[in-house]
């Protein structure tokens, strides 16, 4: 079984910033997609950026321009850094791996028919 650790999360207010890690012992961020997802209480389960093995980057229209997505090869970590956060990105955030970036929303994170997950990090942000 592949175990992801994500990690960073917390309550922030409305225009505030946090970065979310993500990091593994199983298997290389460089020869992997690698993906955050986001979960809030009765929506469906949203990719928000991803990064693949080859370094490009992807990014859901509702975070793109505030969130940036990279990865440190030495550390085999992928960050989340998240700007100009607003109350609407409340969720559990999750890192994935070994995802398909073309599939955009799943029912429920943490289903393994769509990667390997991490346990999830609650953002919070406040207005």
């Known amino acids: 079984e592949v175990q992801l650790v994500d990690s960073g999360g917390g309550s922030v207010q409305a225009g505030g910033s946090l970065t979310l890690s993500c990091t593994t012992a199983a298997l290389s961020f460089t020869e992997t997609d690698v993906g955050w997802y986001r979960q809030a209480p009765g929506t469906e389960c949203e990719l928000v950026p991803s990064?693949?093995?080859?370094?490009?980057?992807r990014y859901s229209a509702s975070v793109k321009g505030r969130f940036t997505i990279s990865r440190d090869s030495a550390k085999n970590t992928v960050y989340l850094q998240m700007n100009s956060l607003k109350p609407e990105d409340t969720a559990v955030y999750y890192c994935a791996a070994d995802i398909l970036d073309t599939i955009w929303t799943i029912n429920h994170c943490r289903d393994p028919a769509f990667g390997n997950w991490g346990q999830g990090t609650q953002v919070t942000v406040s207005s």
């Open positions: 990064i693949r093995s080859d370094g490009m980057t």
